[in-house]
């Protein structure tokens, strides 16, 4: 099951399941501007986040019952059901994250990073104001919920443990190109994928600060837009919200070991904008710039 969102304001839940993947409801029109990023809560899947242009965050819940009874092609109740709405940003809302099922952080073209509490919904928790130009993209650890690296347009990369009393414990490679995607190394907290707008991609050890490896095409200009690692950590998976392809990398050779630029026998038509992976590892799901969903396996 996933979720995804497009520039007419419409969440979208599928079951990738079924062969071609199956819709099995949609919200429509949640605001007066496009929808720019969703995320699910990984530990038990029932909540959904999501934010755009109107710099409010949507909240939802997934419905277990409805669910049950959808499989028995009982549709009396909704899947999607409304759970709460955050305001406090001021500008479009980029990036989100949960850090478990009461805590969510969403990153702000606005400059700012906010902490959710979904038992306190009538303002943020935190509000972090340590960025200077907008936030593009964040990651929250996959076994520590307290743990978040984030990137933004003044070309830094901030690790943030929301447990210190001065929360960001790292500030490091600055340079003059924004970070456009940032990714943790599946049960690795010391490593991370940084990917930026000149479409080149450093992989970082944290207890050094050292680069560890760089993957780049070299006639390649896009910006990353999207990144993912096998289970393993063996490879990782980039795109570029311009180039209708997936590049897979290599993380030990630092080489380009294969592209994927074709739906069965068809080019992928657009762009690609974002990349998600399957808890197992063995599926990896692609969203196009222009609304093409693909699963590949």
Known sequence: ??????????????????????????????????????????????????????????????????????????????????????????????????LSTNYLMTGSDDSTVMLWDFERTGRYLVKYTDHTYEVQCLDVFNRDGNIVARGANDAAVRIWDIRMKQPCIRVFDKNTCGISAIRFMPDNVNTLAVGRDDSSINLIDLRTLGKIGKYKINNNIDSISSMRFSKSGRLLFSS????????????????????????????IPDGVKSLSMSLCGGNILSGGKQGTIAIWT
Not at 32 to 54: M, R, W, Y
Not at 240 to 267: F, H, M, R, Y
Request: with cysteine; glycine share 8%.
């Open 240 to 267: 570029s919200a311009n180039a209708p392809k997936i590049n897979i990398w290599d993380t030990l050779t630092q080489e380009l070991v294969s592209e994927i630029d074709k739906i069965g026998k068809d080019k």
């Open 1 to 98: 099951m996933f979720v995804s969102v497009d520039d007419n304001a419409c969440l979208k839940l599928w079951n990738s399941s079924v062969n071609g993947g199956q819709l099995l409801e949609e919200k429509e029109r949640l605001s007066n501007g496009l929808l720019a990023t969703c995320a699910i809560e990984p530990s038990e899947g029932n909540l959904v986040a999501c934010g755009g242009i109107d710099s409010k965050v949507y909240c939802f819940r997934i419905n277990d019952e409805a669910m049950k009874k959808k499989r028995k092609n009982d549709n009396t109740l909704k899947l999607i059901q409304p759970a709460c709405e955050f305001s406090g940003h001021q500008s479009q809302i980029t990036c989100c994250g949960f």
